[in-house]
């Protein structure tokens, strides 16, 4: 409807303004040369002593102003006339009242045309002045017959312009409309596959425009969300295999307790036992899912200045007793206060669980250090420790949710897998970076760099 106006509103300015312009300049034309005509016998009449029909009719054979189209008339100052070009019907000796000639003999000069009749019809007249008097008048009256034709000819052509102007607009909008449908169908399906959760699926877009950008981000988009779905689903069968084992633990020592009617008070205790260890596994994966997902909470979570020493210190205190159970020493070197933004839960995660591993995976008589500083608008915390190490093979998979480097000894430990995880998670929700070295049999370094924030106070 809009294109239909817009291409009608064209049409109309295409056939009207080019005729009106023509029309514009064949009346000034003639204006200027009819006036001009007029003027120059006008001036040589009004050098002749007596205006007669003789006089008069031998300035204008000389001045050539007459044409087969044209009538010339000289009227004295009272309106009558003195001298007609035209024999037949001629209105010699009359008095003539036209419009234009009351206007020459007031003093003007007057020039007025008209399309009419297949012809266009102009009329001009100028007075006829000697010392400021005026004498009378000169009136040229023109039948345009050939400027008529040509404006007909122009109005025929516009016409057919036009014509062609309006079918080729249509077959372009058709086209464009049959193109654009193709596309935004691709689009449509795109939408619709997404929607069936078909996250594969990618559209194949043509061109180099706003459609194509489009097409471009659907399927990215739709990409991270199959990367997204993908390991969501790895997610679940982690989580669901990793919870298994343990309540599979608990089923079959219940069903030993159960079905062993000579079963000795020892072994139930010992049965039992097992089975709190089990249970305590379970709460500890229970908890590391439950720290994931408020790691990958919404955005909409405020984040503050949190001092990264306190909770280092608080740290060590909480994992004192693992540490000397371990007969591991964990030192802190975190002079001052280090102010980055976060959420002291987050922070307590990320601290904990690489100061909490680094203990688990040394050996005895073996040492922790927390250190923490500062430079370049970062604060950078590093945790090394003297212990086992990693291979170098197994570096690049330690940041993957459960898994384990040893794990015969992860499990003997109550490890989850989901420790470093967690870590990586809630590092990135900081907007920090993490990174690790790690020498095989003699220790690794975890160091984290974060913007560093304003003291609160």
């Not at 078909?198 to 950008?213: H, V």
């Amino acid at each position: 409807m809009v294109f239909a106006a817009i291409l009608l509103t064209v049409l109309l300015v295409i056939n009207i303004y080019p005729q009106q312009a023509v029309k514009r300049q064949m009346t000034e034309t003639a204006r200027k040369d009819m006036i001009k005509d007029a003027a120059t016998l006008a001036s040589a009449l009004s050098n002749i002593p007596e205006l007669n029909g003789s006089n008069i009719g031998s300035a204008v054979s000389v001045l050539n102003i007459l044409s087969e189209n044209r009538r010339v008339l000289v009227v004295s100052d009272g309106a009558v006339v003195l001298f007609d070009s035209v024999r037949s019907q001629s209105l010699l000796g009359n008095v003539v009242l036209y419009s234009e000639i009351l206007g020459a003999l007031s003093g003007n000069d007057c020039f007025y045309s008209r399309f009419e009749g297949g012809a266009i019809n102009k009329w001009a007249a100028v007075p006829v002045t000697r010392g400021g008097i005026t004498l009378g008048a000169v009136y040229i009256y023109e039948n345009d017959e050939a400027g008529a034709s040509l404006l007909a000819d122009l109005s025929s052509n516009i016409r057919i312009v036009s014509a062609i102007v309006a079918v080729a607009a249509m077959i372009a909008v058709l086209l464009f409309t049959h193109d654009m449908g193709k596309r935004l169908s691709k689009l449509l399906t795109g939408v619709k596959e997404a929607g069936a959760g078909n996250f594969k699926y990618r559209i194949d877009m043509p061109g180099d425009d706003e459609l194509k950008m489009i097409a471009e981000e659907f399927n990215s988009l739709s990409g991270q969300i199959q990367s997204n779905e993908k390991a969501r689903q790895q997610f679940i069968s982690d989580s669901s295999h990793e919870l298994k084992t343990p309540l599979a633990a608990i089923k079959l020592l219940s069903d030993s307790i159960v079905n062993n009617d000579n079963i000795s008070r020892e072994e139930i205790k010992e049965f039992l036992g097992d089975i709190s260890g089990e249970i305590v596994r379970l709460t500890r994966i229970s908890e590391s899912l439950i720290s994931i997902n408020q790691a990958l909470a919404s955005d909409d979570v405020a984040l503050y200045p949190c001092d990264l020493s306190e909770t280092a210190r608080k740290v060590k205190e909480l994992l004192k007793v693992t540490a000397q159970a371990a007969e591991v020493t964990v030192n802190v070197d975190a002079d001052g206060a280090f102010f980055v933004s976060g959420t002291s839960d987050g922070f307590y995660h990320i601290i904990f669980n690489l100061t909490e591993n680094a203990i688990k995976y040394n050996k005895k008589g073996g040492t922790v250090d927390l250190s923490l500083s500062r430079g370049g608008g970062k604060v950078t915390m590093r945790v090394s420790d003297t212990g086992i190490g990693i291979p170098e093979h197994e570096q690049e998979h330690v940041f993957e949710r459960f898994f384990r480097v040893d794990k015969m000894r992860s499990r003997a430990t109550g490890g989850t897998g989901l420790g470093l995880s967690i870590v990586k998670e809630w590092v990135d929700r900081f907007g920090g970076d993490i990174s690790m070295k790690s020498v095989y049999g003699k220790g690794t370094v975890f160091t984290v760099v974060f913007p560093e924030s304003e003291d609160p106070k």
